[in-house]
C-alpha cells in the first residue's frame, strides 16, 4: 500500500491497486462512528451537532476545491438559501424535519446550477470573484425577500417529528438523526471522490488542456461537481437550520464563504478528511473561546497564519505525508 | 488529386492585435503519413496546432478533417472524431499513477462518466489494457509510479501511451522530441515510427534527423506563412528555406 512514497500538495487518492475503500480508510470511518455515538453522551449535543454540519459543509466545499480544482468564495450562498428555505419549510409548511431538509437541499442544488453554468466560464480569481458576487446577491435577496425576516431571520423553527413520528425535540434524539445525515452526507462525497466521475474531475484539475485533447468536455464535470457540491453544502445548511431552529443572515454573509475556506485548508484541502478536523476545530474555537469576544477572531488568523507558514498541507495533509498514506 | 487527405486547412488565419501569427496558410496531410511541420522559431507552427484542434479560434479559413467541416467545433469533441493532438510541454496528470493516466484515456471508451455514484472498481477492466499500452512505450513497472515522479523522457512516453489509448486515426504531435537526452530520442522516435502504421501523423519538430528519417512530407513555415513544401530533400535543398534557418543563425532574429 505504502509503496509509493511522494512529496507533493495534493496526495494521490486511490491507487490503482487498492480495490474499493482502503483498510484505513474504513477504519477511521468506523472510528468517526464510534467517537461520534459516544460523545453526546459527553459533550453537549447541540455544540456536537454544530460539529457535525460544520464537517460536511467544508467536505462539500473541499469537494469542489481540493478534488474539482476549483475555488469557490460564495458557499455561503447555498449553505444559507438551503436553511433558509428549509426552514421555511418546516415552520411555514409544516412539513417534518427530512423533508424540510430534502427542500432545502435540492434549492441549494437548483441555485448552484444557475449560479455555476455562469460561472464555470472563468477560471481562477475570476472564478472565485463571479462565485462571490452571486452569493452577495443571494445575500441582499436574503435582506430583501419578504418570507426571510430581514434581520430577525426565521426564528423558532419547529424541530418536528422524524417521519412524523419520533420527536425531535430531545437534543438527543436530533442528534442521531443528524448524525445520520451528515455521516450519509460524508459517504457520498467519498463515493464521488473515488467513481469513475472522480478520476475525471482529478485529470482535469491536474491538467485541463490535456483532459480536453482527450475528448472530456471538462465543463459540464466541472459543473456536474458544483451542483454536487451546492447540494452537499445546501444538505449541511438545512440541517443546521433544524438544529438551531434558526435561518439567519449569518448563514449567507460572505464571512461564512470565508470561514468555509479557512476549515478546509486548515484541516488540509484534497484529502478525504481534513476538512472533518479543520471544521471540528474551528466551531471548537468559536465555542469554547467566546469569552475571549472579537479576539476569537484574531485567534482564528493567527492560527490561519501558523498553518499557512508551517503546514501549507492543513493537518491531515502533513500526518498522510507522514504516514505515507492518502487520508 | 488522386490523394487521399485525411486533414486540410484552407486559408488558415490567426490574428493577434494586428500580428499575423498565422496568414493564410493551406494544408493538406495525406492519410497514413507522418507529416512534419518544421520552421524557425516563432514561424507558427504551435499556433497552426492551436488552430488545427480548435485550442484557438481561427480569425479566418476552414479546416476539414476526414471530409468534414470542423471549422466550428469544440476541441474535446475534435479529439473525440479521433484527431488527438500532444503538447509542448509534457502533458501528463502529474498526481496520478502512470496506470491511471493512460486509464483516464481508455475511459473515454465508457462514454461520458458522470457516473459518480459508482465505484471507481468498475475501472478495474481496463487495468490490463492499460498495462499493456505501458508495456507498449517500456512503462510497465513504473505503473503504479505517480507522473510528476518519472523522469522527462518517460513522461513524454507516458504521454504517447495515453493518446495511444484512444486509438486515434491521427495524430498531432507537439515537439515530441524537445529537451530529450538522445538515447531518449532514439526511443520516442522508433515508437513514433512503429504507431504510424494505421494512423497519420502530423508532427512539429526542430531535430532535423528525425524529420529527416521519419516523415514522408514537410511544409516549412516562416512568418506565419507556408515556405515550402515537399519531401525532405526537395526541402532541404529549396534556397528559400535555406535562407530562413541561416537567417536566423546568424542574426538571431525570430527568437521569442
Sequence with gaps: MAANTHTLDLPAVGRPGAIGMPTHHKLIFLGFLALALVAPYVLYPVFLMKVLCFALFACAFNLLLGFGGLLSFGHAAYFGSASYVSAHAAKVWGLTPELSILTGTLAAAVLGLAIGSLAIRRQGIYFAMVTLAFAQMVFFFSVQAPFTGGEDGIQSVPRGHLFGLISMAPDRNLYFFVLAVVFAGLLIIYRIIHSPFGQVLKAIRDNEPRSVSLGYRVDRYKLAVFVLSAALAGLAGATKAIVFQLASLTDVYWTMSGEVVLMTLLGGMGTVFGPIVGAAIIVAMQNYLATFGAWVTVIQGVIFVISVLLFREGIIGVLSKWLKKPL | ?256
Aim: hydrophobic fraction near 45%.
Design chain 2, 1 to 256: 488529386m488522386a490523394e487521399d487527405v485525411i486533414l486540410s486547412a484552407a486559408g488558415l488565419t490567426k490574428e493577434f492585435k494586428g500580428f499575423l501569427a498565422v496568414n493564410n496558410v493551406d494544408l493538406k496531410v495525406a492519410r497514413g503519413a507522418i507529416h512534419a511541420l518544421i520552421g524557425p522559431n516563432g514561424a507558427g507552427k504551435t499556433t497552426c496546432f492551436n488552430l488545427l484542434t480548435k485550442f484557438l479560434q481561427p480569425t479566418r479559413g476552414t479546416i476539414v478533417y476526414n471530409g468534414r467541416d470542423i471549422s466550428a467545433m469544440q476541441p474535446a469533441d475534435i479529439a473525440r472524431l479521433g484527431l488527438v493532438r500532444s503538447f509542448q510541454i509534457s502533458a501528463v496528470f502529474p498526481h496520478m499513477t502512470a496506470l491511471e493516466n493512460v486509464r483516464i484515456a481508455l475511459q473515454r471508451q465508457r462514454g461520458d462518466s458522470f457516473d459518480f455514484w459508482r465505484s471507481e472498481r468498475v475501472l478495474s477492466t481496463l487495468n490490463g489494457r492499460a498495462l499493456e499500452l505501458l508495456d507498449e512505450v517500456g512503462l510497465a513497472e513504473f505503473a503504479d509510479a505517480l507522473a510528476v515522479e518519472l523522469p522527462y523522457g518517460r513522461k513524454r512516453a507516458l504521454e504517447i501511451a495515453t493518446t495511444l489509448a484512444l486509438n486515434p486515426d491521427m495524430l498531432l504531435l507537439d515537439e515530441p522530441m524537445a529537451g530529450m537526452a538522445q538515447e531518449d530520442i532514439e526511443r520516442i522516435s522508433g515508437l513514433i515510427g512503429r504507431i504510424s502504421k494505421n494512423r497519420t501523423i502530423l508532427m512539429v519538430e526542430h531535430n532535423l534527423s528525425v524529420v529527416a528519417s521519419l516523415s514522408d512530407r514537410i511544409t516549412v513555415l516562416a512568418r506565419g506563412q507556408v515556405l515550402a513544401e515537399g519531401d525532405y530533400a526537395a526541402v532541404s535543398k529549396d534556397p528559400r528555406v535555406i535562407e530562413a534557418y541561416i537567417g536566423e543563425v546568424y542574426t538571431g532574429a525570430g527568437h521569442g
